[in-house]
């Protein structure tokens, strides 16, 4: 357990909130450990139908902690018994995985992005399903600020959403938009006003545990095919996927519900 990362559940939406505002929810090993954990374990939760990833204090999370990098721990910097490159990258691949569960578990995921989301933590919203920010978020690579490269999946999410050349100015410059305009641009699917941020969260939140989770399972995987498969490897798994979901009670639920002309009630199984 850490009082960096506060998990709740509520109506079948389970919230992530990084809670490190002092630092702007920026990321430490202690934290990273807690939501990897948690995305896994709500992945497979029957009870979990929607996640949210968000950040306390106004921010969303501000990426690496930097002062950490410069402070370091002990054997945090190239030295007589500090790790060694094999070392450092097996720390940040099992970290990153984070993206990959946040991008693939079958449950609709939701960045909810009150303020600055930077860097690692940009990444991590580019990693779920959808985004919603303030209008006036501040949203950035920021790595080439810093003199790295940038990991946690930025550079393939921001590439698919707006293209190579948009990805490639983005990291390249680390201009800062706001949530406005990271909406414009499809960074973000909704910017509303910081005011309205929790209402419009909760219920966008809510819609998407209510849907059939079983068959948004299932489009996920077909929609992240898509992103890089064949066509005849989209429509196999668009075959495989659509049986399985015509095999489930929320099919047969919201099929019944369609003859008798009423709102389907899903369950989720």
């Given amino acids: 357990m850490t009082d960096q990362l506060i998990e709740t559940l509520e109506n079948g939406v389970a919230t992530l909130t990084m809670n490190r505002p002092e ?76 993206s990959r569960w946040l991008h693939e578990m079958p449950k609709p995921t939701l960045a909810v992005i009150p303020g600055a989301a930077a860097g690692a933590g940009l990444a991590l919203a580019l990693a779920c399903d959808l985004r919603i920010a303030a209008d006036e978020a501040k949203l950035t690579t920021a790595f080439s600020k810093v003199g790295v490269s ?36 499809g960074i973000v699917n909704y910017a509303v006003a910081a005011a309205d941020l929790g209402r419009v969260a909760g219920e966008l939140s809510q819609r998407l545990a209510n849907l059939p989770t079983i068959a ?24 495989i ?15 019944r519900a369609f003859v008798e002309k009423r709102a389907p009630v899903f369950q989720g199984k």
Avoid: W
Wanted: charged share 20%; hydrophobic share 45%; aromatic share 6%.
């Fill in 23 to 98: 630092a702007r929810n920026a990321l430490t090993g202690e934290m990273l450990a807690a939501l990897l954990e948690a995305a896994q374990r709500l992945a497979g939760n029957p009870k979990v139908r929607a996640v949210v990833l968000t950040g306390a204090g106004g921010a969303f999370c501000a990426g690496g902690d930097v002062k950490g990098f410069v402070a370091g721990p002990p054997g945090a910097v190239d030295g007589e018994g500090a790790p060694g490159f094999e070392q450092k990258l097996h720390g940040l691949r099992t970290g990153m995985e984070l």
């Fill in 150 to 185: 940038g990991d946690y999946g930025g550079s393939y999410f921001l590439t698919h959403l707006v293209g190579p050349a948009k990805a490639r100015e983005l990291y390249f410059t680390a201009d800062v938009l706001t949530g406005a305009q990271a909406a414009g641009m």
């Fill in 216 to 239: 948004i399972g299932h489009m996920k995987r077909n929609l992240n095919a898509a992103e890089h498969g064949t066509l005849a490897d989209v429509l196999d798994s668009e075959a």
């Fill in 241 to 255: 996927h659509m049986i399985r979901t015509m095999m489930t009670d929320d099919h047969k639920a919201a099929s």
